[in-house]
Structure formats: structure tokens, C-alpha cells
Nanobody, 124 residues
Framework: QVQLVESGGGLVQPGGSLRLSCAAS????????MGWFRQAPGKEREFVAA????????SYADSVKGRFTISRDNAKNTVYLRMNSLKPEDTAVYSC?????????????????WGQGTQVTVSS
């Protein structure tokens, strides 16, 4: 059974940092792209960042470019999202997902497995 478990969320002040982790189990995902999405209350789930199977290609939403960094460790079947200079508008539930292909996409339809998510709250 495929399982994705996110961790690392929490409450942080504006300007602070967090690192999210997503550990995959049930199979190896080293051949597939992985992505992070987020959903704020009352809003649709939106793309945040994605990374290719090798880690050589990344993609970011304009709203997080320059502040967030996605990375992966295929030996650990884990993908990370480093979030710096956090803003209140970054508050959301962050979920990771496994892509259907090797290369990153911003489209939700391009992902086949999803985690339950971890809450990130940016507030003073």
C-alpha cells in the first residue's frame, strides 16, 4: 500500500522558516517527479513546487519563487520543502504528491498519489 506522510508543519512568525518532509513508503518513487501543493481555507488546492526524478529540474509557483526550495533524497524515498521568509498568505495545508511521469508538472492531474497534508500557519 502506497503511503505518503508529511511532517514539519507548525506555527511560525512572519519572516520565519520551516522545512517540510514527505516520506514515501509502499514502493520506490525514485523514477517519478514529486510535488508540493497547498490549500488554504476556502480556496482551491494550488501548485507550490515540483522536482524531477533526478532532482535536476525544479519548478516553482511565482508566489514562492526565491523563498522556497524543493529537494529530494531518493535513497530515503523522501522529498523536502524548505520555506524561508514565510508570509501570512503562506498559511495552508501542504501536501506532497507523486507524479505520473519523471518530470515536474504544475497540474494536479499529473499526480497519482497524495499525502494527507501538514498544517503550516504563519502568524504573529
Amino acid at each position: 500500500q502506497v503511503q505518503l506522510v508529511e511532517s514539519g508543519g507548525g506555527l511560525v512568525q512572519p519572516g520565519g522558516s520551516l522545512r517540510l518532509s514527505c516520506a514515501a513508503s509502499g514502493r520506490t518513487f525514485s523514477s517519478y517527479a514529486m510535488g508540493w501543493f497547498r490549500q488554504a481555507p476556502g480556496k482551491e488546492r494550488e501548485f507550490v513546487a515540483a522536482i524531477s526524478w533526478s532532482g535536476g529540474t525544479t519548478s516553482y509557483a511565482d508566489s514562492v519563487k526565491g523563498r522556497f526550495t524543493i529537494s529530494r533524497d531518493n535513497a530515503k524515498n523522501t522529498v523536502y520543502l524548505r520555506m524561508n521568509s514565510l508570509k501570512p498568505e503562506d498559511t495552508a495545508v501542504y501536501s506532497c504528491a507523486v507524479g505520473s511521469t519523471s518530470y515536474p508538472t504544475r497540474e494536479k492531474s499529473g499526480y497519482k498519489y497524495w499525502g494527507q497534508g501538514t498544517q503550516v500557519t504563519v502568524s504573529s
